[in-house]
């Protein structure tokens, strides 16, 4: 987990947790979260959730959350306490792969390329499709993000044209030692068309000799396409949510 690339600005970190506070994107949960470094008690947790609270209302974030520790489990009273508190539980799975290990598939009416400044609004209007669920207001404030730092930012957005159209995206962040998929997702009138494939081929080429690692949610589906492909099983982290505090 330690791979994994974590945006937003860090508050405060010490041996107990780290802080993310991010002002200029106060509706985007993994930017402004608590990440234990080890496992907190309830009734330490409790507290952290009061000084969340009032640190997230300063700057209009209408969310708490945290996520615990690497391969820590939670016993039935942590499931208890997490639901009565009104926060809903997720798990993130860490997957690797060798890029040698992964397929190669090419369609001819299927093309990725890197966006570009002629390609963003295609990506974005993708992007908004997968984003607005979350709201719309999120949404803007995302995408405005992307427009304001896409010269500067520290990775690479991908975009995939089917006949011309976009139909898919995802994101890379390239580190010393591993290529890091984000944001990956196809439209989904076009799915199961080969689309995934080919853009995870184009992904391999990119990474070299760099392994490639992604975060999966526990519950997504798109977790067993991973795992079709060859994706190994690494670690887990559970993280807690509570919207519209």
């Not at 987990?1 to 200029?24: A, C, F, H, V, W």
């Not at 669920?133 to 975009?159: K, W």
């Not at 439209?187 to 000799?209: H, W």
């Amino acid at each position: 987990m330690n791979d994994i690339y974590q945006q937003g600005t860090i508050y405060q970190s010490d041996n107990r947790k780290t802080i993310y506070l991010t002002p200029e994107e106060p509706l985007v949960y993994d930017t402004n979260k608590w990440a234990y470094k080890i496992m907190p008690t309830i009734d330490s947790w409790k507290l952290d959730i009061a000084y969340q609270q009032y640190m997230h209302e300063q700057q209009s974030s209408s969310h708490l959350a945290f996520t615990f520790p690497e391969n820590e489990n939670l016993d039935q009273q942590w499931l208890d306490e997490i639901n009565a508190l009104g926060f809903e539980l997720g798990i993130m799975e860490l997957y690797a792969i060798e890029p040698c290990d992964i397929n190669r598939s090419k369609y001819n009416d299927i093309e990725v390329v890197i966006v570009n400044d002629m390609t963003l609004e295609d990506y974005i209007a993708i992007y908004r499709k997968f984003a607005e669920p979350y709201g719309v207001a999120y949404a803007n404030e995302s995408i405005q993000l992307i427009r304001n730092q896409f010269d500067t930012e520290n990775r690479l957005r991908i975009i995939a044209y089917k006949d011309n159209t976009p139909v898919g995206i995802l994101d890379l962040i390239v580190g010393e030692t591993t290529v890091e998929i984000d944001g990956f997702g196809v439209l989904t009138q076009f799915q199961r068309q080969g689309i995934g494939a080919v853009m995870q081929s184009f992904v391999a080429e990119i990474a070299n000799d760099k392994t490639i690692i992604l975060i999966a949610d526990g519950e997504d589906s798109a977790k067993n396409m991973y795992i079709k492909q060859g994706y190994i099983f690494i670690s887990y982290c559970y993280q807690v949510l509570k919207e519209h505090i």
